[in-house]
């Protein structure tokens, strides 16, 4: 079975574009979460998508935001990027079965760089 | 008060001996809660889930939960160097608008050494 896959694994951007990310869930599973991971701040939730619609939302700006298609595969986008966006975002996938008992299982994560 | 607390570390353990890690979680409905590996420049591996009070052993991996206290921990018996690591404590919190929904928060991670 395949595992959480995202694309690309490394980007450099410049201050002031923004960025697209893609999370492909394991099979089967329809919940995506985002985190950022930097050293500072340790691992934070960003959002949770199900079912094509975001359930939880984290206490970050506007300029992050996502969305999940039918197949479950979610994109996640940052505009007007600033250096402090500069992270390593992970993806993680869960089966969710609705009881509040599910292991969420990370992708490789993105390592994005802003310059 | 942060949702979920660990000591940061760095805790130093001999080889062979028990390592034990800590960690707290502010919502008192959770229901789940997981304990992850990360090595450095890895993402996170699931090592453990447990869901009622109690122990939860597998292999040298033992998890603790303690509902009343908000309290999970873990131990690892027979502590090898490969299992220096990160090792992150995870809750999967009730959320704002569907208590059924996935908000895994995670503490700031507990950086453990193994020293032979």
């Known amino acids: 079975k395949a595992g959480v896959t995202q694309t690309p694994r490394y980007l450099i951007k410049t201050r002031g574009q923004q960025v697209t990310l893609s999370c492909s869930p394991i099979?089967?599973?329809?919940?995506v979460s985002w985190y950022q991971q930097t050293p500072g701040q340790g691992l934070q939730f960003l959002f949770e998508y199900f079912s094509e619609t975001q359930r939880n939302k984290g206490n970050f700006p506007g300029r992050f935001s996502g969305r999940q298609f039918s197949n479950s595969r979610s994109e996640m986008n940052v505009s007007t990027l600033e250096l402090g966006d500069s992270a390593l975002y992970l993806c993680?996938?869960?089966?969710?079965?609705?009881?509040?008992?599910?292991?969420?299982?990370f992708g490789q994560g993105t390592r994005l760089t802003v310059v | 008060q942060k949702e979920v607390e660990q000591n940061s570390g760095p805790l130093s353990v001999p080889e062979g001996a028990i390592a034990s890690l800590n960690c707290t979680y502010s919502?008192?409905?959770?229901?789940?809660f997981f304990w992850y590996r990360q090595y450095s420049g890895k993402s996170p591996e699931l090592i453990m889930f447990i869901y009622s009070n109690g122990d939860k052993e597998d292999g040298r991996f033992t998890a603790q939960l303690n509902k009343a206290s908000q309290y999970v921990s873990l131990l690892i018996r027979d502590s090898q160097p490969s299992d220096s690591a990160t090792y992150l404590c995870?809750?999967?919190?009730?959320?704002?608008?569907?208590?059924?929904?996935?908000?895994?928060?995670f503490g700031s991670g507990t950086r453990l050494s193994i020293r032979p």
């Open positions: 099979s089967g599973h329809r919940s």
């Open positions: 919502d008192r409905g959770s229901q789940s």
């Open positions: 993680a996938s869960s089966l969710e079965q609705g009881d509040g008992y599910t292991e969420a299982f």
């Open positions: 995870a809750v999967n919190m009730r959320g704002l608008l569907y208590s059924s929904a996935s908000k895994i928060i």
